[in-house]
């Protein structure tokens, strides 16, 4: 198996003070996330933490916000924090991976569509293979801008899943992920 590397994208407290958050989905995605964080330390894959960070707001480091989700027992090999949707971009995360011989990335967290995907899609750009593990994200409700038409987070992850599978990533449950 190729060296590989989980990246918990966004996990952190900063949501929880969004107007979009919901806990409707977070006991199943935090038991999947740390199934997914506790089957990589048993192996002895490494753990990577991003953080988005805004100058202002719940995503400001002042805001105190930015760590890790409460519930989550997360103890990272490297942090990173991030400004843009992609984790690869604009941070010292490609060079990471890069000088630790990372070959597949493992991507999970918060959002399902947007951070989640533009890591995937960026990471697969990059030339690693990716596992995107859907039930290891999380994403809330959407509303479209002109139709008015409601998105659950199932409507979500499924698109998701559709636009990454065979293009940008293998998509994958926890226990495929853990298993190569």
Not at 100 to 107: A, L, S, T
Request: aromatic share 8%; proline share 5%.
């Amino acid at each position: 198996m190729s060296r590989s590397a989980l990246i918990v994208i966004d996990v952190q407290e900063s949501f929880r003070h969004t107007p979009d958050w919901s806990d409707t989905d977070l006991p199943a995605f935090l038991e999947r996330q740390q199934a997914l964080i506790d089957g990589c330390v048993a192996r002895g894959v490494p753990i990577v933490q991003i953080f988005h960070v805004e100058p202002d707001g719940p995503f400001s480091l002042a805001s105190g916000c930015v760590k890790a989700l409460e519930g989550l027992a997360i103890a990272p090999t490297v942090t990173f924090h991030k400004h843009y949707h992609s984790a690869l971009a604009g941070t010292a995360l490609p060079a990471w991976l890069v000088a630790n011989g990372i070959e597949r990335v493992i991507v999970s967290g918060i959002r399902t569509e947007q951070c989640c995907e533009t890591t995937t899609r960026h990471a697969s750009d990059s030339g690693f293979a990716v596992d995107y593990v859907s039930e290891a994200t999380l994403t809330f409700t959407m509303t479209h801008p002109r139709s008015g038409r409601r998105y659950t987070p199932q409507e979500i992850r499924e698109h998701t899943e559709l636009v990454l599978e065979d293009r940008f990533a293998r998509i994958a449950t926890v226990d495929d992920a853990l298993n190569g």
